[in-house]
């Protein structure tokens, strides 16, 4: 035709290695081991090729015609068979055409190996010649300043790691080893899996490289780190070529139960054929190129012959191999003849139709559909530049290229722009960097009972698809080895159940942790929990760390223990009190009750009783009244209580002092100081209560914080600074009792109480100077208790050290509550 494509297709396996003595002419390149798979994709740029130039709606007018070339996996071969293909003739001429007439060169198709994609992709991108290859998954052929020219019809090794770490994640492994061949494409490839399984949580628990062509010592190693590795799941990028033999030792060690994760490099190949594999490879999965069934193809594929095809010249070589036969030539007859050494000769008359498909796949189109886009790709780009009217053209001035004369980057713009559907229907369009999203089918690799291997697609992997749904898959289909009755299992640690959060162990991946129970007031309702989640302050976590429950709200009520305890004995002095006051009201003519002022006794008693009383303001549910109250009351009561104390204290002094000869005291003997200073005592203190009550009510309020598990529920204090000025002034008083008690303390003792009220004082400064450390100490409802205990204690010193001895002697002793026993008791002291 007058535009052909080069074709560059392995349809060896590999290249003779021959010796070069520099002496003469290299030898011309021999490739062996003929390879039927590659074949199949020169059958599918002539069929292809074929297919367009029929089609009056593509190229109208324009036929399309090819060179193939074999590139044997060399990259010397593809670079010299490029070099022939752009120099018009066999004979190499650099830089140079050598056709001053048509066919135009129009685009290259090829390579398979990206090794040689990559060779002839530097020396076409200089012209911006195209270049379309079918099976170079490479990622760095994406890079456009190094391969400028280049496109491909093959997902790129970046979509392949993406759907496998997808696969990966779908059946929830988390520990993945990996095993790459020491090339661009096994480095790159790994590295970008890598990257992905992060981004996924998915760690690495090993990652070898595999040599080319492995040596003994690389695959003991490798096989060494297989048997002590704890994965189940093993990634593998790399060749056929080299996996035959890593499989091969894997075998001899009769390693079981690993499961291979194949990529397309692989998957289909050579490796299957393997029947001694096959226990090995039970259970493998992977991603395959998509199979398109392309219509026609398969027919096409049975009638290829010989004859039909005199200038193919692989055809023959093809033919040889799938019949083990030997062509003669001048052999004629219907029938093959026998010669020595049991060689059979072929005739032309074998047919297709009865080869094995292990022999003659015609049902895997994988990468033949590749091949057979590649071409329309070419087909497509040369329409659409035909199809280009002048004045609206891509190019300077909007104008048009000629068919006759365009230049190659013009060629290649409409190539790398084209968007269509094949015959299968599958979309053909290359983004920006020339890359074509990933299609895949997801094949298991199983064995009959029969002992029947097949590869059987159990899902896709579809690029094009929405976020979330591009793979499908139908693991009832999935066959996983004669170990798993399930989906095996690939941990480094067993999951966290819920209650528990993971805690990565140092120096090793973050899939390797300790399961840590979650600390109180934590929970973690999810398996593999990263970390434990705080329950909302009014909750609180339950036993086994899974659910956040509500707090038991708390307060010192008299269902409580400490609640009973404290009521009871508050409840009991109370009762006591009033027997006191009773006792005193009902002996009040008496000489001691009447020597000790009895005005002030019923008062103090009175008080005692108040403050015994107080006390159930703090037991119970704080009440918005309770807290505005309750310290207020409080502080009046006790400075009642020890103002009165005090006047009792200045009273005797005054008494006993006014005795002496030309004493100032006397003109107060009778007075009403005891009267105001039980006034001014008392009402300075109801001042300040009122202030704070006035400027900083108390509020009850729900406390998060006094315990971790409960809700305490307490008065606010609207101002700690007035709650300590109230202490403050009533210790002031105190103090004030006890060193005018103690300076009285040598007075006459038949009337004089001031030992008897230094020893109470002692008592009531003790409790109330430690119960400020224990208060500010506790928490909670124990916050309550300690004051409620302070008050109580300091009541039943003061009710016990002032009242006790004069109940003893009015009860008991009756005989010393006289007015002469006092008397002589009186003069006895003076005396001594």
Known sequence: GPIIIGGLIPVHEKTVKQTITFKKNPPGRICEKFYTEKYQYVMAV?????????????????TLGYEVYDSCYSDAAAIDSVMSYLSGKQTKVPNYNCN?????????????????????????????FPQISYASALPTLADKVQFPSFVRTVGTVD???????QMIAHFNWTWVGILASNNDYGDQGAQKLKTEMLKQGICVAFSK??????????LENIVNTIQKSSTNIIVLYAYATELIALFQAVAAENIRGKIWIAVGSWLPSAVFTQKELWETLKGTIGLAKYSADLPGFKNFLYTIHPSKYPKDIFIKEFWEYVFNCKWVENITGNSTTSYGNNTVFCTGNEKLLSLDSSVYNTENFRLAVSAYNAVYAV?????????????????INSSCANLEDFQPWQLFYYIKNVNFLNSAGERVAFDERGELKGLYDVLNWQVSPDQKGSLVKVGIFDDWGPKGEKLILNERSIFWGDQYSQVPSSVCCKHCLPGYRK??????????YDCIPCSDGEISNVTDAADCVFCPENQWSDANRTHCIPKVVEFLSYQDSLGVALSTFSGAFSLLTVSVLCIFIHFRETPLVKANNRNLSYLLLVSLLLCFLCSFLFIGQPLPITCLIRQAIFGVIFSLCVSSIFAKTITVVIAFSATKPN???????????????????????????????LLYPSSPELNMKASKDKITVECKEGSPVFFYIMLGFLGLLAVLTLTVAFLARKLPDGFNETKLITFSMLVFTSVWITFIPAYVSTKGKYTVAVEIFAILSSSIGLLGCIFAPKCHIIILRPDKNTKDFLIAKNQSSKKQ
Not at 46 to 62: C, D, K, Q, S
Request: aromatic share 6%; with cysteine; proline share 10%.
């Open 503 to 512: 805690a990565p162990r140092e120096g090793e991946p973050f899939c390797c």
């Open 663 to 693: 004493s100032s005291l006397r003109k107060w003997v009778g007075s009403s100081i005891p009267n105001y200073t039980i006034f001014t005592g008392s009402s300075i203190q109801t001042v300040i209560c009122t202030l704070w009550v």
């Open 209 to 218: 490289t595999l040599l080319t062509p492995p040596t003994k010592e690389n």
């Open 100 to 128: 001053t007439t048509p066919p135009k060169l129009s685009a290259v198709v090829g390579d398979s190996p990206s090794s040689g994609s990559v060779a002839i992709a530097r020396i076409l991108g200089l012209n911006m």
């Open 46 to 62: 002539l069929f292809a090729t074929e297919e367009i130039n029929r089609n009056p709606l593509l190229m109208p007018n324009v």
């Open 159 to 165: 979509s392949q790691p993406v759907a496998v770490v």
């Open 379 to 395: 087909a497509n780009g040369i329409h659409n530049l035909l199809s280009c009217k002048s004045g609206s053209g891509p190019f």
